[in-house]
Nanobody, 121 residues
Framework: QVQLVESGGGLVQAGGSLRLSCAAS????????MAWYRQGPGMQRELVAH???????DYADSVKGRFTISRENANNTIYLQMNSLKPEDTAVYYC???????????????WGQGAQVTVSS
């Protein structure tokens, strides 16, 4: 089994910064792509940022230039540095990882439990 544990959420004023972390543990041979999603009140879950095993990153247009995704492969951890936060960034942020348990395993998607980020105006 694989677990993803997020940390770093909280309450911040508009213009402030937060850093989310997501650590993967368990039966892991390799972690392929990892990503952060978010789900605001009454909204569908949306992709915020994605990073490949080779550190190629992509971002939603709404966060480009403000958020940075990074990963530490040695620790099976990814981060989301969020700067210049806006009230519309308020959401539950979910970590997502595609994990292979053996060299022949194409991977399975796993989700973290979610971290609340609230940005006050």
């Amino acid at each position: 089994q694989v677990q993803l544990v997020e940390s770093g959420g909280g309450l911040v004023q508009a213009g402030g910064s937060l850093r989310l972390s997501c650590a993967a543990s368990g039966s892991i041979f390799s972690i392929n792509a990892m990503a952060w999603y978010r789900q605001g009140p009454g909204m569908q879950r949306e992709l915020v940022a994605h990073i490949s095993h080779g550190d190629s990153a992509d971002y939603a247009d709404s966060v480009k230039g403000r958020f940075t995704i990074s990963r530490e492969n040695a620790n099976n951890t990814i981060y989301l540095q969020m700067n210049s936060l806006k009230p519309e960034d308020t959401a539950v942020y979910y970590c997502n990882a595609n994990v292979s348990k053996a060299f022949w395993d194409p991977g399975t998607m796993y989700w973290g439990q979610g971290a609340q980020v609230t940005v006050s105006s």
